[in-house]
C-alpha cells in the first residue's frame, strides 16, 4: 500500500528556494576527502537550485601543494563522481568554479591565519567580496583547537563588520574531559552563536520529518508514549568495512564513531517533548532535556545493558572479505568494537519502562539507518481464530537511508469467510511521493549555516550531555575482559549476545534482511 500525496491548493507545492546570505566561505582541509565528496559537490547542487547566490565565494586553504586550476580539477571530479538530477552542466561548473580559489597553508602555523586575515580584506577591498566569513573544519579533530585559535589570534572571530561563524565536525572530542576541553578553547574565541557543531544525520530529509510526523499528525502523537509504545529500535548498520578509516577507528570504535553523535540524536529526536515553537533553541532544548533524562550507567549496568562485537572473516554481496584484525593498518589482536549494541532508558513520564535498544556496526548484513517503533500488543480474545504468532505488533519505520521513506504496519482482515489476520504495510517514499530528489544532508546544514539557523547544529550543552552517557560505558569497557573477538561474521546480523539483549526483555531486533520497509532485498 502506498502514499499518495495530494497537492496544497492553497500553497504553491515548489516554494521560491532558501537562499544562503552573502559571505566568503572559508574551508580548512579543502585538498581532503570530505571536501572533494561531500562539501563542494553540496554546494554546486545548491548553486544548480538557485540558493547559493554569485555573492557566495569559496576559498579553500589545504597543506597540498597545487594551483587554483589543479584544485578546481580536482572538485571537478569530485563534483562528477556524485549523481546529479541534471547531471553536471559544463557552463554552470565553469560559472561554480570560477568562484573558488585555492591557497597551500600550514594551518598549525599562526602565520596561515594572518595570511588569511589579509587576504580576506584584500577580497572585500578589491573584489567587493563579503565581510561575512564562514570557516569550516573539514579537518581531522585534532587540527580543529589550532584552527580556532588561529582564527581568534588573527582577529577573524570579530564580528564588528560581518557575521563569522565556524562548523566544526564531529567527533566532539572522545570522552567527557577532552569535550568539555574542547568546547572552552572554542569559547574562548567564538560566542556559541557563532559555533555549529555539524552532524550530517540531522540534515537528512527523514530525520527533519521526525517532528512532523510526531507533532504535526495527530494520528501518531497520542500514541507516542509508554502507554502505547511497547520499545524502540535505532539501526545504523553498514556492509562496509573499515575501509581507509583504520587509523581514527583504532582510536574510536563503533560508539565513539556513531552512538555518542549520530544515535543519540536519533533517539532524542525520537522521545522529545514538542518543543514551544520549530526554533534553534526550543528544538535543542528539547533534546537536551532528553539526554538528561537518561541516567549514566553503572559498571553493572553497563555489563548487562550493552553488547559489544568485532566482525571476523565472512561474506557480504557474495563477495569473500576479510576480518577487521585483517584490514590494512589495524593491530592482529585489536579489541575496538566495530559493532555495538545498548539498551537505554529514559527516566521521565513519557517514556518510562520503555527501552531505547541502538545498534550500529560494520559489515552487517545490510546498510540500513532506521527508527522501528513497536507497539503493544492488542487483547487477542477478539481474534480467537487466529493464532497469537500471527497477530504482529503495529510498527512505525522511519528510514534515514537509503531511500529516505516511513512505513507502517498494521492488521487487516484476510479475504475469506474465516476471521484471520494479516500485517501489512503503509509505505512512503520522499523520491516517490514527490517525485524530487531529497537534497543531500549537507546541502541542507551548509544552507542553513550560511542563513545563520543553528536548529539542526548541536549545542555545546548538548554535547556534554551526550558525553556524560558515553564516557560511563566507554570506561567500564576499559576496565572489563573483552569479549573473545571476532564474534560474529561479516555479513551477518551482528553478535548473537545482541540477540540475547533484547531477549530478556520479550524483544527481538528486526532482521535486517527483512526490515518493514526495506521493499527491495
Partial sequence: MSIIIQPNPIHPSTPEPLKAEPCVLVIFGASGDLTTRKLVPALYDLAHDGSLPQDVIVLGIGQDQMSEEEFREQMRVGVGDVPHADGVSRDEWAAFAGRMSYTMGDLKDPATYRDLSERLEKMKRQDGASANHLFYCATPPSLAPSIVEGLGHAGLAAEQHGWARIIIEKPFGRDRDSANALNDTIAAVFREHQVFRIDHYLGKETVQNILVFRFGNALFEPVWNRNYVDYIEITAAETLGVGHRAGYYEEAGAVRDMVANHLLQLLALTAMEPPLAFEANAVRDEKVRVWRAMHPMTPEEVAARTVRGQYGPGMVDGQAVP???????????????????????????????????????????????????????????????????????????????????????????????????????????????????????????????????????????????????????????????????????????????????????????????????????
Fill in 323 to 521: 576480518g577487521y584484525r585483517e584490514e590494512q593498518g589495524i593491530s592482529p589482536d585489536s579489541s575496538i568494537e566495530t559493532y555495538a549494541a545498548i539498551e537505554f532508558r529514559i527516566e521521565n513520564w513519557r517514556w518510562e519502562g520503555v527501552p531505547f535498544y541502538v545498534r550500529t556496526g560494520k559489515r552487517l548484513g545490510r546498510s540500513l539507518t532506521e527508527i522501528t517503533i513497536h507497539l503493544k500488543r492488542t487483547p487477542q480474545a477478539l481474534f480467537s481464530r487466529t493464532p497469537d504468532d500471527r497477530i504482529e505488533h503495529n510498527v512505525m519505520a522511519l528510514r534515514i537511508q537509503p531511500n529516505e521513506s516511513i512505513a507502517v504496519a498494521f492488521g487487516a482482515k484476510r479475504p475469506g469467510t474465516v476471521m484471520r489476520t494479516e500485517t501489512v504495510n503503509m509505505d512512503f517514499c520522499y523520491q516517490t511521493a514527490f517525485g524530487v530528489r531529497s537534497p543531500a544532508a549537507y546541502e541542507t546544514l551548509l544552507l542553513d549555516a550560511m542563513r545563520g539557523d543553528p536548529t539542526l547544529f548541536t549545542r555545546r550543552d548538548g554535547v556534554e550531555a551526550q558525553w556524560k552517557l558515553i564516557t560511563p560505558i566507554e570506561e567500564a569497557w576499559s576496565r572489563q575482559t573483552p569479549p573473545e573477538f571476532p564474534n560474529y561474521a561479516a555479513g551477518r546480523d551482528g553478535p548473537a549476545a545482541a540477540a540475547e539483549l533484547l531477549a530478556r526483555n520479550g524483544h527481538k531486533w528486526t532482521v535486517l534482511s527483512q526490515h518493514l520497509s526495506g521493499r527491495e532485498t
